[in-house]
Nanobody, 129 residues
Framework: EVHLEESGGGTVQAGGSLILSCTAS????????MGWYRQVPGKELGKECE???????????FVEDSVKGRFTISRDNSGTTVFLQMKSLIPEDTAVYYC???????????????????WGKGTPVTIAS
């Protein structure tokens, strides 16, 4: 059974930084990459989760334009833990951040929906202005 465990969420002042972590168990024989979505308010149902960043199984990293230059994704040597380093945070970054794993990543999808193989439970991030 695959399990994704997130940590690192919380409240921080605008301009501050946070690091989210996600550790996977049971994913070693899967071709899935790992990364992050975040729940965006006001989006239509079924597309409320916005892709943020991901690391493919072979180690390539992708970061969405909306956060590029402020967010960095990396993983540990074992490939079982990914980190999302977030800096220069703004109130618009406030969201529930979900760790996910799959080989195909849609730009927008339902949070914890069926289009991604695996999801974590989510960790809230609040940016105070």
């Amino acid at each position: 059974e695959v399990h994704l465990e997130e940590s690192g969420g919380g409240t921080v002042q605008a301009g501050g930084s946070l690091i989210l972590s996600c550790t996977a168990s049971g994913l070693t024989d899967d071709n899935s990459g790992m990364g992050w979505y975040r729940q965006v308010p006001g989006k239509e149902l079924g597309k409320e989760c916005e892709r943020v960043a991901r690391v493919t199984k072979d180690g390539r990293t992708f970061v969405e334009d909306s956060v590029k230059g402020r967010f960095t994704i990396s993983r540990d040597n074992s490939g079982t833990t990914v980190f999302l380093q977030m800096k220069s945070l703004i109130p618009e970054d406030t969201a529930v951040y979900y760790c996910a794993a799959d080989s195909v990543w849609l730009g927008f999808t339902a949070c914890r929906g069926r289009y991604m193989k695996y999801w974590g439970k989510g960790t809230p991030v609040t940016i105070a202005s």
